[in-house]
């Protein structure tokens, strides 16, 4: 049973990024000028080399040629070079991506740490002070938008107080070798003599994109824990609990927390999504080198390779994310899994 | 008037007057719809109200101060920015565009999402299923990531980015819209319809439609909280509106070159779009719990 589920999930994963990947083949010849140049971002070539580049990308042979040699390009990490830098993509998203991914993990785990516990407290709390103060604060919370946040952060804690720094990743006094994108772990690892300065200011530069980013999700999270909690305890199952004399205490612990989780777990993994976009806004705030300022760029600055490249990076990177914790989810509470086979 | 129950008559209110009845009860709600109220009159009476011109630059007043600082002047209430341009009259104006576009924006979409909802939630077969799951892998995806592929695709400008918010939102709306008309149809009264002869087009409008008034209103308010900062931020990451339009979003990003000295150029715009966001999600949650209250009763 688990094991078809995971096949077709699977199966749905490969036909999604089949149909993303023909999209980014499309954009090719979507986007306005040549093609060819469009697809190697190789710009002022001469007739030879622009032959032999047509050859080499099968733009001679059918639309179904060129689209598998496209596949295998994008397989061996060709993925043709943008126009602004003229680097290869492949690295530059290489660099990129990491630091957005980091980004949203610290923010994602801090939002869970806070979002959660303060979802059920006041959903135990229903329609108690406790309760109000913090739906309203949540409330004002999710309504900020990320952009004005973070430049009020920078406002007050760069430009007014100067206690943090007001933009990148890290000073850029220290030289970090690039192993794995994710700089505290890169620091971690190398074997730098001033190892432990370069971790505090990486973990400087980090306070206020994460808080930015974790003030928006924790409210989103703390609504969602609410309702879950709010629901459980009004259920059946938990009044009857309550009948055969538990203490409070008793019934929270055995009944309320595992089922008020269970079913918000799946829509935790969603919010890495909306992280995600949110971060893309949050990095070009405070210049932090991310895919989303590099694409943000690279639509400002039409270059047409890299946004292909880096759009194909991130739908790919969101629906594998997707699919991952809706398995996890299915996992852990096997009951959906049966309703979504019932449905089909 | 005084409320005298003189008759013991029963009240019975309709549905919608007992979802206004219960969503009167919450105090913060009611002011949230006051304030959305304000901001909605803002829009439709907004070049009366104004003092200046939004585009209009006076080279004698470069970055004034607001009338409550010491330097500033009552001729401009709120001051003016780096062009001279009268920074009230520009938030008026910016409240104007971002809300307006954002409510043509939600009509728009919810018609489009209603119509293929109703037609997905009444199929079954292939069509339906194909549409189900194509729709059901974009809803994980955040719209404000799907405007920005189509801004990034169609390329940068304010009709652009309006076309790509509005096709980012309809994704939602049909899940949503799908899922109510699949349960609605399950019903008795529905069958009883079906039973009397009643075609498709019929049952949607006649029996359907009438019960989802209300989740409609409140799915609006939450594509317009979400129009509303994607429209914003889209302006303000440079792929949307272009200056020297007054959209909130632009006057924010453009604001930003002189937040050292003029904070108010960050901090107005900002708070505008801020409690535009929360008087609408302020109605919306009131509205939601208020049709939890009523169906719980």
Redesign the interface.
Known sequence: MMLAHVIRKFN?LIL?LLVLSILSFM?VY??PGDPLVNLTGLEDIDQETYQRLTVLHGFDKSYFHQYWYYIRGLFDGEWGLSFSSGLPLANEIAQTLPASIELSAYALILSLLIGVPLGFVAGFQHHKTTDYGLL?AS??A???????LS??LI?VFS?QLGWLPLSGRISLLFDIPHHTGFILIDIFFSDLSYKGAAAKSAFYHLIMPTASLTIVTAAIIFRLTRRSVIEVMSSTYVQAAYTRGLSGFQVVMRHGVRNALVPIIPLFG?QF??L???A??VE?VFSWPGIGSW??Q???Q?DYPA?RAG?LA??TL??ML?VATDLLAKLINPAQMGTAHAE? | MPNLDLYQEEFHPSPLVHTWLEFRKSHIAVLGLWLLAFFIVLVILGPLIAPFDPLLQNPNAFLVQPAWDASGSIRYLFGTDSLGRDLLSRLIYGCRMTLGISLLLVVISMLIGIALGAIAGMTRGVRSSVLNHLLDSLMAVPTLLIAIVIVGILGIGLVNSMWAICLALVPQVVHNTREVVRAEMQKEYVLASKLDGAKKFHLFFYCVLPNMYEMLVVQGTMALSIAILDISALGFLGLGAQPPSPELGVMLSEGLREAYKSPWLIALPGSAIFLMVLAVNVVGDGLRSALRNRLQN
């Not at chain 1, 999710?142 to 004005?148: E, L």
């Open positions: 749905l999604t954009l979507l986007f309203t409330v004002v999710y309504s900020m938008p990320i952009f004005w430049l009020i406002l430009l969603m999504a909306v995600l976009t949110n893309m806004i070009v694409l943000i690279a639509i400002n039409r946004i759009m991130v739908s969101v629906i997707t089909s």
